[in-house]
Protein backbone atom coordinates (compact mmCIF):
# COMPACT_ATOMS: atom_id res chain seq x y z
CA UNK A 1 0.00 0.00 0.00
CA UNK A 2 1.59 3.66 -1.01
CA UNK A 3 1.62 6.54 1.44
CA UNK A 4 -1.55 7.99 -0.61
CA UNK A 5 -3.44 4.70 -0.10
CA UNK A 6 -2.34 4.91 3.77
CA UNK A 7 -3.30 8.15 4.33
CA UNK A 8 -6.73 7.73 3.00
CA UNK A 9 -7.46 4.40 4.47
CA UNK A 10 -6.41 6.34 7.92
CA UNK A 11 -8.67 9.94 6.92
CA UNK A 12 -11.55 7.48 6.32
CA UNK A 13 -11.26 5.18 9.38
CA UNK A 14 -11.22 8.05 11.66
CA UNK A 15 -14.40 9.22 9.79
CA UNK A 16 -16.30 6.60 10.70
CA UNK A 17 -14.64 6.72 14.19
CA UNK A 18 -16.31 9.89 14.02
CA UNK A 19 -19.83 8.59 13.62
CA UNK A 20 -19.12 5.79 16.27
CA UNK A 21 -18.62 8.51 18.92
CA UNK A 22 -21.57 10.75 18.21
CA UNK A 23 -23.87 7.57 18.61
CA UNK A 24 -22.25 6.55 21.36
CA UNK A 25 -22.27 9.61 23.00
CA UNK A 26 -18.65 9.77 23.34
CA UNK A 27 -18.66 13.76 22.59
CA UNK A 28 -14.87 14.28 24.73
CA UNK A 29 -13.33 11.41 22.21
CA UNK A 30 -15.03 12.55 19.43
CA UNK A 31 -13.75 16.26 19.87
CA UNK A 32 -9.71 14.66 20.44
CA UNK A 33 -10.61 13.30 16.50
CA UNK A 34 -9.99 17.11 15.94
CA UNK A 35 -6.54 18.80 15.61
CA UNK A 36 -6.65 21.89 18.41
CA UNK A 37 -7.48 24.40 15.86
CA UNK A 38 -9.75 22.20 13.91
CA UNK A 39 -13.04 23.52 12.62
CA UNK A 40 -17.04 22.32 12.00
CA UNK A 41 -18.86 24.48 9.73
CA UNK A 42 -22.66 23.54 8.75
CA UNK A 43 -23.64 26.15 5.93
CA UNK A 44 -27.15 25.78 6.13
CA UNK A 45 -27.53 26.05 9.84
CA UNK A 46 -31.19 26.41 12.00
CA UNK A 47 -31.43 29.92 12.95
CA UNK A 48 -29.79 30.97 16.76
CA UNK A 49 -27.34 28.72 15.46
CA UNK A 50 -23.43 29.84 15.17
CA UNK A 51 -22.26 27.96 11.47
CA UNK A 52 -18.89 27.27 12.48
CA UNK A 53 -16.83 25.96 15.67
CA UNK A 54 -13.12 26.23 16.32
CA UNK A 55 -10.91 24.76 18.70
CA UNK A 56 -11.44 21.94 21.03
CA UNK A 57 -13.47 24.04 23.77
CA UNK A 58 -15.82 25.16 21.23
CA UNK A 59 -16.32 22.16 19.58
CA UNK A 60 -17.08 20.80 23.03
CA UNK A 61 -19.59 23.24 23.90
CA UNK A 62 -21.54 22.72 20.79
CA UNK A 63 -21.78 19.44 20.94
CA UNK A 64 -21.88 18.07 24.44
CA UNK A 65 -25.56 18.01 24.77
CA UNK A 66 -26.08 15.95 21.64
CA UNK A 67 -26.79 12.82 23.31
CA UNK A 68 -29.95 14.30 25.37
CA UNK A 69 -30.96 15.55 22.53
CA UNK A 70 -30.84 12.54 19.40
CA UNK A 71 -30.92 9.40 19.72
CA UNK A 72 -29.45 8.22 16.40
CA UNK A 73 -27.73 5.72 14.84
CA UNK A 74 -25.74 6.02 11.07
CA UNK A 75 -25.74 3.58 8.40
CA UNK A 76 -24.54 3.71 4.48
CA UNK A 77 -21.23 5.02 5.18
CA UNK A 78 -20.14 5.95 1.37
CA UNK A 79 -16.80 7.47 0.45
CA UNK A 80 -15.94 8.88 -2.66
CA UNK A 81 -12.70 8.89 -3.61
CA UNK A 82 -10.67 12.33 -4.02
CA UNK A 83 -7.45 12.79 -5.33
CA UNK A 84 -6.20 14.23 -2.31
CA UNK A 85 -5.97 11.56 0.57
CA UNK A 86 -5.84 14.07 3.43
CA UNK A 87 -9.96 15.06 1.83
CA UNK A 88 -12.84 12.90 2.51
CA UNK A 89 -16.21 13.11 0.72
CA UNK A 90 -19.13 11.18 2.75
CA UNK A 91 -22.46 10.22 1.99
CA UNK A 92 -24.37 8.63 5.21
CA UNK A 93 -28.29 8.26 6.83
CA UNK A 94 -28.64 9.20 10.44
CA UNK A 95 -32.07 7.22 11.92
CA UNK A 96 -33.25 8.17 15.09
CA UNK A 97 -35.59 10.58 17.07
CA UNK A 98 -35.52 13.39 19.80
CA UNK A 99 -34.76 12.20 23.03
CA UNK A 100 -37.27 14.82 24.62
CA UNK A 101 -39.95 15.32 22.04
CA UNK A 102 -39.72 11.19 20.47
CA UNK A 103 -40.45 12.27 17.09
CA UNK A 104 -38.66 10.64 14.23
CA UNK A 105 -35.48 11.92 12.85
CA UNK A 106 -34.40 10.58 9.43
CA UNK A 107 -31.34 13.28 7.85
CA UNK A 108 -28.93 13.15 4.85
CA UNK A 109 -25.87 13.75 5.36
CA UNK A 110 -22.48 15.05 2.96
CA UNK A 111 -19.45 15.73 5.00
CA UNK A 112 -16.35 17.18 3.24
CA UNK A 113 -14.01 16.86 5.68
CA UNK A 114 -10.43 17.45 5.27
CA UNK A 115 -7.40 15.60 7.80
CA UNK A 116 -3.97 16.31 8.17
CA UNK A 117 -1.71 13.90 10.45
CA UNK A 118 -5.08 12.08 10.75
CA UNK A 119 -6.55 14.47 12.75
CA UNK A 120 -9.79 16.43 11.64
CA UNK A 121 -8.80 20.31 10.50
CA UNK A 122 -11.66 21.17 8.76
CA UNK A 123 -15.39 19.45 8.80
CA UNK A 124 -18.23 20.95 6.83
CA UNK A 125 -20.96 19.07 7.44
CA UNK A 126 -24.22 19.31 4.93
CA UNK A 127 -27.52 18.10 6.37
CA UNK A 128 -31.24 19.70 6.32
CA UNK A 129 -31.70 21.92 9.68
CA UNK A 130 -35.27 21.01 9.40
CA UNK A 131 -35.30 17.80 10.35
CA UNK A 132 -33.64 18.54 12.83
CA UNK A 133 -35.96 21.00 14.32
CA UNK A 134 -38.72 18.80 13.93
CA UNK A 135 -37.49 15.84 15.51
CA UNK A 136 -36.25 18.11 18.39
CA UNK A 137 -36.90 21.69 18.88
CA UNK A 138 -39.46 21.84 21.79
CA UNK A 139 -41.16 25.64 21.87
CA UNK A 140 -38.33 26.99 23.91
CA UNK A 141 -36.12 26.16 21.19
CA UNK A 142 -38.57 27.63 18.38
CA UNK A 143 -39.49 30.41 20.45
CA UNK A 144 -34.93 31.54 20.23
CA UNK A 145 -35.27 30.81 16.96
CA UNK A 146 -37.68 32.91 16.00
CA UNK A 147 -36.57 35.65 17.87
CA UNK A 148 -33.07 35.60 16.60
CA UNK A 149 -34.62 35.57 13.03
CA UNK A 150 -36.49 39.11 14.11
CA UNK A 151 -33.06 40.74 15.02
CA UNK A 152 -31.22 42.86 12.19
CA UNK A 153 -28.43 40.61 11.15
CA UNK A 154 -25.93 43.06 11.90
CA UNK A 155 -27.28 41.86 16.19
CA UNK A 156 -27.11 38.09 15.49
CA UNK A 157 -24.79 35.89 17.21
CA UNK A 158 -21.93 34.71 14.86
CA UNK A 159 -22.73 33.52 11.78
Excluded: C
Amino acid sequence: MDIDQQTRAQAQEVFARNLEYITAGRIREWVELFDPAGVLEFPYPPPGVPSRFVGHHELYEHMKDFPKQFDVRFSGLTFHETTDPELVIAEFVGEGRGVVTKRPFHQVYISVVRFRDGRIVHFRDFWNPLVTIRAAATVGHVWRGLVDLMRPASKRGPA
